[in-house]
Nanobody, 124 residues
């Protein structure tokens, strides 16, 4: 399975970007999909997740600004990022894990499939 991210780029603080992650087949519909990010010199952190049956979770640092959504017909999951801040600068990764995995959503080790990442840079 390949996860392919797109939509990264450079934006001014306060701006918006929408990341997309497309998978093959009906993968998105049957898996828990997540977004992670890693800034230079920092550990990877969970940003948001969307369970296969709908519920979403967010990191406290992005709650109210970011929205994760999925379009199962397009096999795509999105991350709408509004009110971007310089501290949101990072490489963003799409990830997927089994829908039956009950570990904490932000545990990167619980995800089996990863995209190649897309750079998001927010200028002050």
């Amino acid at each position: 399975v390949h996860l392919v991210e797109s939509g990264g780029g450079s934006v001014q603080a306060g701006g918006s970007l929408r990341l997309s992650c497309t998978a093959s087949g009906s993968f998105v519909a049957t898996h828990c999909m997540g977004w992670f990010r890693q800034a230079p010199g920092k550990e990877r952190e969970g940003v948001a997740t969307a369970d296969s049956d709908g519920p979403t979770m967010y990191a406290a640092s992005v709650k109210g600004r970011f929205t994760i959504s999925r379009d199962n017909a397009r096999n795509t999951v999105y991350l709408q990022m509004n009110s971007l801040k310089p501290e949101d600068t990072a490489i963003y990764y799409c990830a997927a894990r089994s829908a039956t995995d009950n570990r904490e959503w932000w545990l990167g080790e619980s995800y089996n499939y990863w995209g190649q990442g897309t750079q998001v840079t927010v200028a002050s």
